[in-house]
C-alpha cells in the first residue's frame, strides 16, 4: 500500500521542528523577495522532489527528453552530484564520468544529441548555454531542482514515490522531507512514481484526494517498466545466460536511494535474489569488488548478476572484476509508463508549453496549429506555465 517503506524516528521529531524552521525561513526569504529567483526567456523545466532518496528522477526526465529531442534542441542541467570537477562543465562524447557524475554521463551515452552540462549554479549553466548562439537552444531540462530557488522554471515538476507518500512523512531527521509538505503547493505537475501495476481505480481516487492539490495543478501517475536484460560486458557474457530467468539465482547489486522496488518486483520472476546493496552514488571500492566476486562465486548455479544503469555506468571503469562476474553481469534498464491512459495528456502539457514559450518560430507554430500568424507571439517576456491562468 502507499506509504509502506516509510518509517519515522519519534524521537527525532524535536529536531525536525527546528530543521523545519530554517527551510521555512528560506523559502519566506525567496517569497518576499529578499533571496531572488530568476526567469529565462527559454523554456525551462524542473524535475525535482522534496523527499532524499530515489523517487526515480532519472527516468522521468528521460522521458522528457525522448518526446522532445526529435523535434527540438534540448539541453539537461544537473549538478553533477560525487563529480570530480568543479564549476561548469558541458559535457561531449567523450567526458568521463569522473567529470559529470554518474547519472548526467548515463543520459549523454544513452541519448548523444542532447546538450548536458553540470554546475552547481543552475542559473549560471543556463545563462551560459542559452547565450551560445552558435548552439541555440530550445528547451532545458533541471535534474533533481525543485529546491532550487534561484531558478523560476516555467514548469515546475513534483515527483512523490507512491511508497514514501510526503503526507505521511516527517521533516528531517526524524522522516525523509527535506522541507514542510507544503513545499508541493510549488509544483505545476506532481506525479505519483512507482506506482503498483495492479493500483485500483478507488486507490487512484483515495491518493488524488489525500494529495490535496490545488485546482491549477495537474496530477499523474506512473509505474516502471523494465526492458529486457542487457549485459554490461557485451562481448563476454553470452547470450543463453538469460534464458528461463525464473529458474536463475539472482544477485541484485545495487547503490541506488531506493533498491527495495526493484528487489520486490523481481522476486516473482526468480528463483532467488541475493541482495548487495550499497547507498546511492557508491563508489566500489577493491573491498567492494572483492565482496562481489566472493559472493557471486559463492552462490549456486544457474545464477546471474543484475544492476542498474546508473551502477553499470561506474562498474565498467573498475579494475579487478572476476571473469565469471563479468560473463554474468547484466544491467535491467528501467522506463517509466503513464498509468489512468494519461501519457497523451502529459506529453501535450509539456511540448504545448514548449511551443508556446520558445524563441523557435518553428516550435512555436507546429504543422497542426490553424490559428492567426500572431496568436503564439511570445516577445521577450519570461513565460510560466498557464494551468494558473486556466
Sequence with gaps: MEGDFIKINEWLLPLSWFYGLGVKFRNFLFEVGILKSHAYKVPVISVGNITVGGTGKTPHVEYLIRIMQDNMRVAVVSRGYKR??????????NTPMSMIGDEPYQMKQKFPNI????????????????????????????????????????INILLVDYHRLI?????????????????????D????????????????????????????????????????LRPVFPKECPAETVSQLDKQNVLLLTGIASPRQMSEDLKSQVRSITPMTFS????????DIRKLNETFEAMNEPKLIITTEKDATRLTTKEGLSEEVRKHLYVMPIRIHFMQDQEESFNQNILGYVRKNSRNSILVKPKDDHKPKDSNSTGNRPRTISFRNN
Design 115 to 154: 546538450t548536458m552540462a553540470v554546475d552547481s549554479k543552475r542559473c549560471r549553466a543556463i545563462e551560459l548555454l542559452t547565450n551560445d548562439n552558435k548552439n541555440p537552444i530550445d528547451a532545458i531540462l533541471l535534474d533533481d531542482a525543485f529546491q532550487h530557488r534561484h531558478v523560476k522554471p516555467g
Design 84 to 93: 570530480k570537477s568543479k564549476g561548469f562543465v558541458q559535457a561531449d562524447a
Design 189 to 228: 505537475i506532481v506525479i505519483v512514481t512507482k506506482c503498483p501495476k495492479e493500483l485500483k481505480p478507488m486507490e487512484f481516487r483515495v491518493i488524488t484526494k489525500a494529495m490535496s492539490l490545488f485546482p491549477y495543478q495537474k496530477l499523474y501517475f506512473t509505474t516502471l517498466k523494465y526492458e529486457a
Design 167 to 187: 503526507i505521511y512523512d516527517k521533516l528531517l531527521p526524524a522522516g525523509r522531507l527535506r522541507e514542510p509538505m507544503k513545499g508541493k503547493n510549488r509544483a
Design 280 to 287: 546511492d552514488h557508491h563508489d566500489f571500492k577493491p573491498k
